[in-house]
């Protein structure tokens, strides 16, 4: 049988960073060509040959671009939803909040992995208090819109046809 063993590290994530400032649509397959080299020979003085010898194929992974990190917040606020709908609870944002919560959610070092802190800090927590003061109804729609930076929520009506 085959197996396929995935590994990552961080090592050369800092000449990734680096190196990637610098992209551009003119420059891209050089800086990506010449920063793979670099991270390669980083590995080199990290890790025994014996041990990269081993290795099949190395990917190098490009950082997010606001198009997917986009993606990612959509992704992870319709998950939000669901659960909500679940408990009776209608939520919609505006393309402003999705946004805000793109980069709130976002740290070029570690990438979107902080997006899920944010939701819970900016969505779920805020919006549990806002129902329990009574300032939103659960029973109606509630909308999160940004406000002088700042995620707010506000029940809106639906027009009736």
């Known amino acids: 049988k085959n197996t396929i063993i995935i590994m990552t590290s961080n090592t050369g994530a800092d000449i990734i960073q680096r190196n990637f400032k610098e992209l ?5 397959e050089e800086v990506v060509d010449r920063t793979r080299d670099e991270v390669v020979e980083r ?26 990190i986009r993606k ?15 408990a009776g609870i209608s939520l ?21 992995r902080p997006l899920k802190r944010v939701l819970q800090r900016v ?12 300032k ?9 819109v940004l406000e002088d930076g700042a995620v707010h929520f506000e029940n809106v009506t639906l027009p009736t046809v």
């Open 92 to 112: 919609e944002a505006t393309d402003e909040v999705l946004d805000y919560l793109g980069e709130q959610g976002f740290d070029p070092q570690f990438g979107a």
């Open 43 to 68: 590995l080199r003085q990290h890790m025994r040959p014996e041990f990269l010898n081993r290795i099949d194929e190395i990917v190098m992974f490009q950082p997010l671009k606001r198009k997917e």
């Open 24 to 28: 551009n649509e003119y420059n891209h």
């Open 136 to 144: 939103v109804s659960k029973d109606a729609v509630v909308e999160a």
């Open 123 to 134: 969505i779920l927590n805020e919006l549990s208090k806002e129902i329990l003061s009574g």
């Open 72 to 86: 990612i917040v959509d992704i992870q606020f319709k998950q939000i939803q669901q659960r909500l709908q679940e």
